[in-house]
């Protein structure tokens, strides 16, 4: 079945960091992939979206990577601040369908 | 901006009560979903629908029902609300077509007692 692995431990990094968050997905080829910010006890907020044939994308200080060979994908955040603290979830869609497929997400803190 | 607006923020029902959850977009998106977020479980969908009366189960449809008589409003039904339903509920929308944002609400708190 498909299925998407996200690091459930909590990262904690400290701030002025890079954090790299993980998604690795098996069983599945999707075209697109997106990336989502959750806040506690509120929805999920766009970020990023990548499509298969885009190795790299980003935007201010994020940035997504695709590798479809290794069916990974990387959410960088650079010059991390304490407001980046938050639970990250990555979203792959099914071909062919409207249907997205969400991880269970990580949960990063930036300390100051 | 697109605003997903769920009705109740907070439910608290006993068990066998009809519950409805409602949810309104106003960006004429014609997607719209209704997910549930559990700890551990990560957002699963329960239906979806692509257009005014058009619906299709997701991963957990069953004690779910759902409507969508107006673009603009995609209601979820609890037949009769059971414990294990105690959850958070997640309306979305988006344009039609794979690479669009889904936009989110805010989320509905239900717990069933």
């Known amino acids: 079945s498909q299925k998407i692995e996200q690091n459930s431990e909590a990262l904690n990094i400290q701030e002025g960091k890079t954090a790299t968050l993980t998604c690795n997905y098996t069983n599945y080829s999707p075209a697109y992939l997106q990336w989502y910010r959750q806040d506690p006890g509120r929805g999920p907020v766009f ?8 190795k790299e994308k980003r ?4 940035k ?9 994908s990387l959410f960088h955040i650079t010059a991390s601040q304490p407001a980046d603290s938050a639970t990250y979830l990555c ?6 369908t409207y249907k997205y497929i969400f991880g269970t997400g990580t949960r990063l803190k930036v300390l100051a | 901006d697109v605003k997903v607006t769920q009705s109740s923020r907070y439910l608290v029902k006993r068990t066998g009560e ?10 004429d998106h014609e997607n719209m979903f209704w997910y549930r977020q559990d700890p551990g479980l990560g957002l699963r969908l329960i239906y ?8 299709e189960k997701g991963d957990i449809p069953e004690g779910y029902s759902v409507s969508r008589e ?27 077509g794979v690479r669009n944002t889904i936009y989110f609400g805010e989320g509905s708190w239900l717990t069933v007692v």
Do not use: W
Request: with cysteine.
């Open chain 1, 47 to 54: 970020l990023l979206l990548i499509r298969e044939n885009e």
């Open chain 1, 59 to 62: 935007k201010e200080r994020l």
């Open chain 1, 64 to 72: 997504v990577t695709f590798d479809t060979t290794l069916k990974q």
């Open chain 1, 91 to 96: 979203a792959l869609d099914t071909f062919g």
């Open chain 2, 18 to 27: 009809k519950v409805f959850l409602e949810c309104v977009q106003d960006m």
């Open chain 2, 48 to 55: 979806f629908s692509y257009d005014v009366k058009m619906k």
């Open chain 2, 70 to 96: 107006k673009k603009e409003r995609f209601s979820l039904i609890l037949e009769s609300a059971s414990t294990n339903q105690t959850s958070m509920y997640l309306c979305a929308s988006s344009l039609s």
